[in-house]
């Protein structure tokens, strides 16, 4: 069964503090993902890895890094945590190629990060 | 910008057919149509895909305009499982195209 997993399903952290959110997925998955989710917003793409040590911006990447060091680990950093960034952070793979019909993308179950 | 339209909210009763539908009027000729759904507390999970022909499988069915425009996922019998928030998302082109997920249609089943 595929898997993508996240470290923390919950997570709270103070205002200016450095976050690390990780994942991981089983499926020996080139393409990597994150996005964040917020009411009435959908979900809105961060960041994204073709490979590793390969990052492209995704829609939203202000306030955001990410490292790709292994191929089936993908972080998101938060240099300096900010209440705005109080959200739900989902993580997702793919294979490589075009986004096609064999190219299913597997989410994670989330993050929910608040930031006080 | 998703460039795809659907319904903020449907509902449906238990085991009845749902029309769920998506509008991608803009749509090029190698755009394929993807609907996945999510339920509550979990992350996306994919439905269905097409290109041009109607399409089935095991979860759902998806009918495709023949001018590509609009599509139209079918849950021939709904569950009370069911309700999530459907996405209907176009693929862009390019091997390194990217997913780009509207609000999609929060659907409720009642029993």
């Known amino acids: 069964d595929v898997k993508v997993t996240q470290s923390s399903r919950y997570l709270v952290k103070r205002t200016g503090e450095k976050v690390f959110l990780e994942c991981v997925q089983d499926?020996?998955?080139?393409?990597m993902f994150w996005y964040r989710q917020d009411p009435g917003l959908g979900l809105r793409l961060i960041y994204f890895?073709?490979?590793?040590?390969?990052?492209e911006k995704g829609d939203i990447p202000e306030g955001y890094s990410v490292s790709r060091e292994k191929k089936e680990r993908f972080s998101l950093i938060l240099e300096s945590a900010s209440t705005n960034q109080t959200s739900m952070y989902l993580c997702?793979?793919?294979?490589?190629?075009?986004?096609?019909?064999?190219?299913?993308?597997?989410f994670g179950p989330g993050t929910r990060l608040t930031v006080t | 910008d998703a460039k795809t339209t659907q319904p903020n909210s449907m509902e449906s009763n238990e085991e009845e057919p749902v029309h769920l539908p998506c509008n991608h009027s803009?749509?090029?000729?190698?755009?394929?149509i993807h609907w996945y759904r999510q339920l509550p507390s979990q992350g996306p999970e994919y439905v269905i895909h097409?290109?041009?022909s109607n399409v089935n499988n095991r979860m759902a069915s998806l009918a495709i305009a023949e001018d590509r425009k609009s599509s139209t996922l079918i849950l021939h019998r709904a569950t009370l499982r069911d309700a999530a928030v459907y996405y209907c998302?176009?693929?862009?082109?390019?091997?390194?195209?990217?997913?780009?997920f509207g609000k999609g249609t929060k659907l409720s089943v009642k029993p």
């Open positions: 997702a793979s793919r294979p490589t190629g075009a986004v096609s019909p064999d190219n299913e993308q597997y």
């Open positions: 499926m020996d998955h080139e393409n």
């Open positions: 890895s073709y490979d590793v040590k390969m990052k």
């Open positions: 803009t749509i090029s000729g190698t755009d394929y």
């Open positions: 097409g290109l041009t």
């Open positions: 998302i176009r693929s862009y082109g390019g091997s390194q195209g990217n997913l780009i």
